[in-house]
């Protein structure tokens, strides 16, 4: 007999569910009204159908699913409550319960919005609160200037090393290339493990050009930065010598790859960048929390420029519209966030170099 599966495909669904997802994700016609789902980036469609997935498949390893289920038949007091318990019996994280029960609230109501959900809607907020009362990680004492810096060192230290894998010696140059990069420009990681060469990554008169277009970012935001040019022969080195290397004579647009000669994971790029840091750094630092370490540093350092850390995030901000503040695009606020990187580097190396300083 089959065993059922923690995690239910879409075509596993029954068909009520299934076609009542599809018709919320559709886009509407001239004189049609468009489903509830269909502004959303397809990264968040994802990991709201993740997230239904997950709870047709506790149903289902329950016996508690049947062929001819809607969605208003998911909202059963009982199912909500056992599958509360179920996350609280595998220790899942105060984080990873909300999220669950979030991108389950979220499917519900777009796929059956006259339901009655007072019940999940009550598990979230308790859930919610529970979250909140977790002590606070303590904030990252890197900057990003330092961060940049050490994806620099290790690539310089993992060119100059001699590896017996050649295989393990492109992953770990490319970790500090990736770093480096983030540090520069904090995209989201899913966003960074979508980067084709040539596409998403384009050489521009001696300087690496790394941009997204609005339909493949989170929030439909296009985005688009120059790259330090300090950072130009790296990325070369990445491309001609040790990306090739992981290819092995194999084709593939994908610029992060793994030993698989395939485009790296998402979570393996997750895993990676936070290994890599621990090593370089002694601190282990998501990529998630390069983004808060990147405003942090440009609110400290250059005050005066705090209002590009929106751009610089690729945030959408009301409130900083309704300030009346005119901004400068991405492109260029990137561009004076770089600037800054490079200027504290040259400050740093010549108080290095005065009588009595220390390195």
Known sequence: ????????????????????????????????????????????????????????????????????????DLLNVEWLRGYAKCCAQRMLRPASKVTRFNMLNEALRVMAPLADRTTLVRVLRRLQKAQRAQPKSAASSVSS?????????????????????????????????????????????????????????????????????????????RTRTDLPQRLTPYIDRWLETYRSILLKGNSNAAMWISCHRQRMACSTLHARFAAATRTELAERISPHEVRKIVATSVAVSMPEEARIIPQLLDHRSDAVAKRDYILADSLSASGRYLASLEKRRAEA???SRKPGSTL
């Open 349 to 351: 190396r010549a108080r």
């Open 1 to 72: 007999m089959k065993v059922p599966r923690e995690r239910l495909e879409p075509p596993e669904w029954p068909d009520r569910i299934r076609a009542a997802w599809a018709e919320s994700c559709s886009s509407a016609e001239l004189f049609e009204e468009a489903g509830g789902a269909q502004h959303w980036a397809p990264a968040t469609r994802r990991l709201v159908e993740r997230g239904l997935g997950l709870y047709l498949g506790f149903l289902s390893m329950r016996r508690w699913l049947r062929k001819d289920q809607g969605p208003e």
């Open 145 to 221: 200037s330092e961060l940049y810096e050490a994806g620099i060192a290790r690539m310089e230290r993992v060119a100059a090393a001699k590896y017996e894998k050649r295989d393990v010696q492109a992953i770990q140059y490319g970790d500090g290339l990736m770093m480096a990069m983030l540090a520069a420009k904090p995209l989201r990681i899913s966003t960074v493990a979508r980067t084709d060469v040539d596409l998403h990554l384009v050489k521009i008169a001696g300087r690496y050009r790394w941009s997204f277009d609005a339909l493949e970012t989170k929030n439909y935001e």
